[in-house]
Nanobody
């Protein structure tokens, strides 16, 4: 079993920054993909970024240049640095881990961008 815990969410003003963390524990092996998603009220869950154990990264155009994903394999932790935040970034942010065809989700952390 794999357990994921997100942290770092909160309230931030437009133009501000936040850094989210997601720590994974349990039966984790070397090759796995970690990803960030978000879900705003009334909307579908949206892909934000992912990173393989080898460091290959993907972003949708909506966050390119503002969000940066990184990971520390020694700590089994993935980070999401979010800069120049906009009210439209308000959502619950979730991390996901994929390995051997299974996926695991964290409980999410709320990010609210408001003045």
């Amino acid at each position: 079993q794999v357990h994921l815990v997100e942290s770092g969410g909160g309230l931030v003003q437009p133009g501000g920054s936040l850094r989210l963390s997601c720590a994974a524990s349990g039966s984790i092996f070397k090759a796995y993909v970690m990803a960030w998603y978000r879900q705003a009220p009334g909307l579908q869950r949206e892909f934000i970024a992912d990173i393989t154990s080898g460091g290959i990264i993907n972003y949708p155009d909506s966050v390119k240049g503002r969000f940066t994903i990184s990971r520390d394999n020694a700590k089994n932790t993935v980070y999401l640095q979010m800069n120049n935040l906009e009210p439209e970034d308000t959502a619950v942010y979730y991390c996901k881990l994929n390995q051997f065809g299974s996926e695991y989700w964290g409980q999410g952390t709320q990010v609210t961008v408001s003045s």
